[in-house]
């Protein structure tokens, strides 16, 4: 079945820096790939998302990168602040409307 | 925005015992999720529903059951609680395929 990877699995930086979050996924069916942000100890809330005919999507402080070749995205967060702090999950949801998720990645962004 | 509320938010249950966790949400979503997530895991699909009267198995269906009596109620069930099932338990809905979705604040169960 599908599987995603999400790498790093942990970050450190200091507020106002820019970071990358890279994710793979195997089923080249999957079409739909939606990212949620998850504060301490709160609910997953989505970010953002970006379909398989795309190749790039932003909202305000946020970039999404689709490579379907090399079934890769890459979520970009600029200008980070305390708030931005939280687990990011990756996710994928393939033809059959499975969804498979990445096992996250700890942002710590340190005022 | 979807409201998707789960009872308990905690429970310590003795290994053995029976357990239930609840699910409700008020958006009219045909899907429901139950998810645990595990320091190193992720989030891992235990069982889901299509909408009332189904319920499928996900990716690690043993020791839980699942129900979904209506629309909007999706419960899991613990018929014999062991303590490899201490964890945070996520319901989640959505509406059909390609869409997003939308989480309860979690259940923190210890099996004890």
């Known amino acids: 079945g599908e599987q995603v990877e999400q790498l790093p699995s942990s970050l450190i930086v200091?507020?106002?820096?820019?970071?990358?979050?890279?994710?793979s996924y195997t089923d080249s069916a999957s079409v739909y790939f939606p990212w949620y942000k998850q504060e301490p100890g709160k609910r997953?809330?989505?970010?953002?998302?970006?379909?398989?005919n795309m190749e790039r999507?932003?909202?305000q402080r946020l970039t999404l990168l689709f490579d379907k070749k090399t079934k890769h995205l890459s979520l970009h967060i600029t200008a980070?602040?305390?708030?931005?702090?939280?687990?990011?999950?990756?996710?994928?949801?393939?033809?059959?409307?499975?969804?498979?998720?990445?096992?996250?990645?700890?942002?710590?962004v340190k005022p | 925005?979807?409201?998707v509320t789960q009872s308990p938010r905690n429970k310590v249950a003795v290994t053995g015992g029976k357990v239930t966790l609840s699910c409700n949400q008020t958006n009219n979503h045909n899907n429901m999720y139950w998810y645990r997530q595990d320091t190193g895991h992720g989030l891992r699909l235990i069982h889901y529903s299509y909408g009332a009267g189904s319920t499928e198995?996900?990716?690690?269906?043993?020791?839980?059951?699942?129900?979904?009596?209506?629309?909007?109620?999706?419960?899991?069930?613990?018929?014999?609680a062991t303590p490899s099932q201490t964890s945070v338990y996520f319901c989640a809905s959505?509406?059909?395929?390609?869409?997003?979705?939308?989480?309860?604040?979690?259940?923190?169960?210890?099996?004890?």
Not at chain 1, 96 to 108: A, H, K, M, W
Not at chain 2, 63 to 74: T, V
Not at chain 2, 94 to 112: D, K, Q
């Open chain 2, 94 to 112: 959505g509406e059909a395929s390609g869409n997003t979705l939308y989480f309860g604040e979690g259940s923190r169960l210890i099996v004890v």
């Open chain 2, 1 to 3: 925005e979807a409201a």
């Open chain 1, 57 to 59: 999507k932003q909202t």
């Open chain 1, 80 to 108: 980070t602040q305390p708030g931005d702090s939280a687990i990011y999950f990756c996710s994928a949801t393939n033809s059959n409307n499975r969804i498979f998720f990445g096992d996250g990645t700890q942002l710590v």
């Open chain 1, 14 to 23: 200091q507020e106002g820096a820019s970071v990358l979050i890279n994710c």
């Open chain 2, 57 to 80: 198995k996900g990716d690690i269906p043993d020791g839980y059951k699942a129900s979904r009596p209506s629309q909007e109620n999706f419960s899991l069930i613990l018929e014999l």
């Open chain 1, 44 to 52: 997953l809330q989505f970010i953002i998302d970006i379909r398989s």
